[in-house]
Every structure is written in structure tokens, then in C-alpha cells.
């Protein structure tokens, strides 16, 4: 990368250069192959958040993506701009590009070399190849329209642009870059702003019942109750750690438990540890073994459903003797185990917040952009993609693919404005 000398002619500003706006700056470039594409950057080095995605290997995108897989009531908005550029055409971008994917668990897609050095300089290298402008350590203070476009302050430089795409992601993981400014950036231009929480993040617990657990890792069930709101149910892998919990479900249940307090709703997550059970059929399971194995101890018993240190730490929490043989279990105990196994009181105090979250919920309201485009409905010649819209999904590539979606549908915006303004001047110069 360089510092920037260009200041005047260009077509396009892609402001920020992570997955979205280095997808959008190459896109673009594909269909407009005779347009000056410059892409800004604040950081001294690209793709920070495309380096640490999936622990290091970057989860590209889902075998199968849809709106469901995203919350909020924008489904149809969602759905159409992933209808635009779906999940097959972007496995065969990234093949074309040099990456090829392979599926695990989930469905979730991964380059075959397991880095994500493979997909970010697999990325830097088509956009050098397609005449990008790339260019690190400059932090844009300013958006301003112009009479032909836009007036886009950076450090130092100050440039000049028929077009702009704010593509600056939101305020998760600010070690790699991302601050929040792009939405000063697109409120200064018109937009409004949905409050923004973290999503995607660990949840801190009070106590101490999660700190001889750290590191056990299973199945559950988990419930967002909000008071005064709607309950969520999700499922998946839930991982104990020494500050409180982790995994998938626990990182999907952030974003609700978020969003609830942020309006005012007391949240509340309950753990649901025998998640193909309800209170009937874990009791008839309990008294089965009794008749089966008499002598078969509480603690053992549990052990075939849940981890022994989780079965431990619930037995002790609830104060019922583990080492009592199941024939010999009272009734009110046997109750009151299932009862603690089906409902476990999770005693969040918070997340870990922005700093490991991995995606920002709340933004720019998608009402105020163009599905069609991704352009602006409130300035003309500004798109927005990525992370700074008010978009946010579940874990497994999904807001990967949001990125590689939306950049294509706002290249392909670009690309018709470009088309617009050649017949209008077509126009103009048949009338002279």
C-alpha cells in the first residue's frame, strides 16, 4: 500500500477497505474496467478483521444463507441483495481469485490452505490486478457534497469524487480499525442511526459457578427471556470459560440479550442442559434407570446426558447428594434436579462488549438505502455496505456473505449510474 497522490478525476471512494469495501472496490472494477476506483483505508495494514475471523482461518461464507439467518424485520431487503449474489457465485469468485473452499460443520466454508492470509491477500491481489488504488493510514474526517460529486477529506489529502461508498464496518474488534466514525460519516450525509450494540460477543457471569468449568464444552438449549418482550430460543455448542461462557449459542444469545436492555427489558438467559427433553420425558428417563439399575448413583446418572464437571457443579449448586443411588432418590429431589437441568438460571452481568465482539448490531436503517443498488436514498451518488447498515446475523459466515452480497449489488448500482450518465450526456451532446 502507499500514501495517496490522488486527488482529482476519481470515480469512485470506497471508503474502508475490509471484506465489503475491497469486495465492492473489485466488483466495481470488473464492470467499469475504464473508472478510476480508489479504496481508503484507516489502518497501516488491510484485513485485520478478515485475519482473526474464524479463529484465524476465516469463515468465507455458509453451504446455505438465507434472511432467516439474520435478525431484525428487514428480512425481504436482506433477502434480496443476497438473492443479488448468493452463495454459489461467491464460492466461484473466490475460486477464480485463487481460493478454493471446502465445507465443515454447519456448513460453514473455509479456504483449504485453513488461513486467512489465503483470502485476504487473495483479495489485495485482484484488486491490484483490476487497478484499485489501495491506500492505508488514511482516516477519513470527512464526507462534503460537491458540485460534481463529493469532497472526501482524508489525512492529509483531500479528494475529489463523482461517487462514494461508505463501507466502514461498525465498532467490533476496534484493534482491527473499526471505530464507528463511517456512521458520523453517514449521519453527516443524511442518514439516521438504529442505537448500535455489540453481537457476536462472550457473556461475562456473576459468581462462581462457571469457574470450575472453564473449558468444558456441550450442547444446550438457551432461552432470552426479556420482561415486557418476546422470549428467543436458540440452539448449539455453549463453551464455559473462566470469565463465564462462550460459543456459538452463547454468541448468537448476545445479540438478543443486547438488544433487550438496550430498550429497557431486563433480559434473562436460561440454560436448557437437556435440550431434547422436557420435564416429562427427562423424568420418565430418570425413573427408567431407577427400575433398570437401582444401585446406579444420581451423579453417574447424569453423567450420560452432560458433562460429570457441569452434573457436578449443578448437583452442589441445588444441594442434592450426587452419591444417592437412584432407587433411593426422593421424589422431591429427582424433581428438583430435572427442574434445575431443564431451566438453569444463566447470571449474565454483561458481555465482553466491542472488543470481542464479532459484529455490530443496529446501524443505517436499511429503509434509507436502495436494495436495488445499495445506494443511498438520502444522498445521491452514496452507497453504503457491509457492517454499517443495520444488519447483523447469526454465527457461520453468514455476515460474510452480507459483505460479498452487498458489494455486488452496489457495484452493480455503480455500474448503472455510470450507464444513466453516459446516455445523459449522449443526450446532451445530440442536442448541441
Not at 455489540?198 to 462457571?210: I, K, N, R, T, Y
Not at 443411588?325 to 466491542?354: C, F, I, M, T
Amino acid at each position: 500500500m502507499r500514501h495517496c497522490d490522488a486527488t482529482d478525476g476519481i470515480d469512485v471512494v470506497v471508503i474502508g477497505a475490509g471484506a465489503a469495501g475491497l469486495a465492492t472496490a473489485i466488483f466495481a472494477a470488473r464492470r467499469l474496467p475504464g473508472w478510476s476506483i480508489v479504496a481508503l483505508d484507516g489502518a497501516k495494514k488491510l484485513g485485520a478483521k478478515i485475519l482473526v475471523a474464524g479463529g484465524g482461518r476465516c469463515n468465507v461464507t455458509n453451504r446455505v444463507v438465507t434472511a432467516a439467518d439474520f435478525w431484525g424485520r428487514s428480512r425481504p431487503f436482506i433477502q434480496r441483495v443476497l438473492a443479488a449474489f448468493p452463495v454459489e457465485p461467491t464460492v466461484a469468485f473466490f475460486r477464480e481469485i485463487g481460493v478454493e473452499l471446502h465445507e465443515e460443520e454447519d456448513g460453514k466454508l473455509f479456504p483449504n490452505s485453513n488461513r486467512a492470509q489465503t483470502v485476504l491477500a487473495a483479495l489485495l491481489d485482484e484488486a491490484g490486478r483490476r487497478g484499485v488504488r489501495l491506500f492505508t493510514g488514511q482516516r477519513v474526517s470527512a464526507v462534503e457534497r460537491s458540485e460534481h460529486g463529493f469532497r472526501v477529506v482524508a489525512a492529509g489529502t483531500t479528494l475529489t469524487a463523482r461517487h462514494v461508498v461508505l463501507a466502514t464496518g461498525g465498532l467490533s474488534l476496534p484493534k482491527t480499525g473499526s471505530d464507528g466514525s463511517g456512521y458520523a460519516l453517514a449521519q453527516r450525509l443524511g442518514h439516521t442511526l438504529v442505537p448500535t450494540t455489540p453481537a457476536l460477543a462472550p457473556l461475562v457471569l456473576e459468581g462462581g459457578f462457571h469457574t470450575g468449568l472453564s473449558g468444558v464444552s456441550h450442547e444446550v438449549e438457551l432461552t432470552v427471556t426479556a420482561v415486557g418482550g418476546e422470549s428467543m430460543r436458540l440452539r448449539g455448542s455453549l463453551l464455559w470459560t473462566h470469565f463465564g461462557v462462550s460459543g456459538p449459542v452463547v454468541l448468537n444469545a448476545s445479540r438478543h440479550w443486547h438488544r433487550a436492555r438496550l430498550v429497557g427489558h431486563a433480559p434473562a438467559i436460561s440454560v436448557n442442559f437437556l435440550p431434547n427433553d422436557d420435564f416429562d420425558s427427562a423424568q420418565r428417563t430418570l425413573l427408567a434407570l431407577a427400575a433398570a439399575r437401582p444401585t446406579l448413583v444420581l451423579h453417574n446418572a447424569l453423567a450420560t446426558w452432560l458433562p460429570t464437571r457441569v452434573a457436578d457443579a449443578v448437583l452442589g449448586a441445588i444441594g442434592v447428594d450426587g452419591h444417592t443411588p437412584l432407587a433411593h432418590l426422593a421424589r422431591e429431589d429427582r424433581r428438583k434436579v430435572v427442574r434445575a437441568l431443564l431451566a438453569w438460571s444463566l447470571p449474565v452481568r454483561d458481555s465482553r462488549g466491542y472488543g470481542y465482539a464479532e459484529v455490530t448490531a443496529g446501524g443505517v436503517p436499511l429503509h434509507e438505502v436502495n436494495p436495488r443498488s445499495m445506494a443511498s436514498r438520502r444522498c445521491p451518488g452514496l452507497y453504503l455496505v457491509g457492517e454499517i447498515l443495520d444488519v447483523d446475523g447469526r454465527i457461520g459466515g453468514f455476515n460474510f456473505q452480507w459483505a460479498w452480497s452487498s458489494a455486488w449489488v452496489a457495484a452493480a448500482g455503480l455500474a448503472a449510474a455510470g450507464e444513466r450518465s453516459r446516455r445523459h450526456r449522449h443526450v446532451q451532446n445530440r442536442e448541441r
